[in-house]
């Protein structure tokens, strides 16, 4: 499996950005994909998770309202989708999948997860 994140860059405050993950590779029905972000000096931290086949959608506290996540699933795409972004938005967004399916408390964990993109970096800056 590879996932390969794109859509990064600099943006004002109250701006918006979509970052998109291509993954490829897939040979399983059922998988998570999520979006974590990581600031300098800071742990990795979860923002926004999609489960492909329930298309259900899970997002941090800090998400809520402001990101969408989504899925084009004829381009194994994933998409966030970031509105009125805030400073504290800046940092490396990494897309990850998890294969097979999650309860909810763990898709918020890093280790959840068995593939990672490279990443994306969003600056947040005026």
């Known amino acids: 499996v590879q996932l390969q994140a794109s859509g990064g860059g600099l943006v004002q405050p109250g701006g918006s950005l979509r970052l998109s993950c291509a993954a490829s590779?897939?040979?399983?029905?059922?998988?998570?994909i999520a979006w974590f972000r990581q600031a300098s000096g800071n742990e990795r931290e979860f923002v926004a998770a999609?489960?492909?086949?329930?298309?259900?959608?899970h997002y941090s506290d800090s998400a809520k309202g402001r990101f969408t996540i989504s899925r084009d699933s004829a381009k194994n795409t994933a998409y966030l989708q970031m509105n009125s972004l805030r400073p504290g938005d800046t940092g490396v967004y990494y897309c990850?999948?998890?294969?097979?399916?999650?309860?909810?408390?763990?898709?918020?964990?890093?280790?959840?997860?068995?593939?990672w993109g490279q990443g994306t970096l969003v600056t947040v800056s005026s």
């Open positions: 590779g897939i040979t399983f029905s059922r998988y998570v």
């Open positions: 990850a999948l998890s294969e097979g399916d999650r309860i909810v408390s763990l898709l918020q964990m890093p280790r959840s997860y068995d593939y």
């Open positions: 999609i489960r492909w086949n329930r298309n259900s959608h």
